[in-house]
């Protein structure tokens, strides 16, 4: 297994510039998630999915899109790129868990992130 | 939404001894308290969790230790070694699917 993959590794954008950062999982799990981390900072939660066809908003949305048609696939689109979305994405990917307290949740497998720089 | 706070920032230590972090969050129905592990320039990777029925849990040099009610938990690494010099980042549930991620502790061994 690949695991959690995403394209590309780095990237540079002008402002006003538009991009999709893509994602996928051959883990077949259900839950998937993008976050970004700026520098010495935590991850923020940006969009998440529990499933294909359905996605919600995170704490930092504003700028940011996204679509789940397949379980495998959950790419994040950037509209009109600003300075302030420079910073290191990641997407990860976890399973639900099966009910009940011992199981209510899983680990989360995260990708290599994308470095975005935006000038 | 879950506050989370991890003391201390940075924690720097000599190679054998102890470390310790904490991680106090705010959702009283948090149930899944996960530690995360990130080297630098590296992806997070979970390295201990407990579940809310459990007080402690340990795996070889790390351990965690949970206190619901006073809604805190700790990570502990014993023996440390210059390989766990990394950034480590809580990350209790506050919901079914997401979890909310402290802003991490730097910790640096020393040789």
């Known amino acids: 297994n690949a695991g959690v993959t995403q394209t590309p590794k780095f990237r540079i954008l002008k402002i006003g510039q538009s991009m999709t950062l893509q994602c996928a999982q051959d883990?077949?799990?259900?839950?998937m998630y993008w976050y970004r981390q700026d520098p010495g900072m935590g991850l923020k939660l940006i969009y998440y999915s529990v499933g294909a066809g359905i996605t919600d908003k995170g704490e930092v949305p504003n700028g940011y899109n996204v679509s789940r048609s397949t379980t495998e696939d959950f790419p994040l689109r950037l509209e009109l790129a600003a300075p302030s979305q420079t910073s290191v994405y990641f997407c990860?990917?976890?399973?639900?868990?099966?009910?009940?307290?011992?199981?209510?949740?899983?680990?989360?497998?995260f990708g290599p992130g994308t470095r975005l720089t935006v000038l | 939404g879950e506050n989370v706070e991890q003391h201390p920032s940075t924690l720097s230590v000599q190679e054998g001894d102890s470390a310790v972090i904490k991680c106090t969050y705010s959702d009283s129905a948090s149930n899944y308290f996960p530690w995360y592990k990130q080297e630098l320039g590296k992806r997070p990777q979970l390295i201990i969790d407990?579940?809310?029925?459990?007080g402690e849990k340990k795996d070889q040099r790390i351990a965690v230790t949970l206190n619901k009610t006073a809604k805190h938990f700790s990570l502990h690494i014993t023996e440390t070694q210059p390989e766990d010099s990394a950034v480590y980042f809580c990350?209790?549930?506050?919901?079914?699917?997401?979890?909310?991620f402290g802003k991490g502790t730097m910790l640096l061994v020393s040789p």
């Open positions: 407990i579940r809310s029925n459990v």
């Open positions: 883990m077949n799990h259900n839950y």
């Open positions: 990350a209790p549930n506050s919901g079914y699917s997401t979890l909310t």
């Open positions: 990860a990917s976890s399973t639900p868990g099966a009910g009940g307290l011992e199981s209510s949740y899983n680990e989360q497998f």
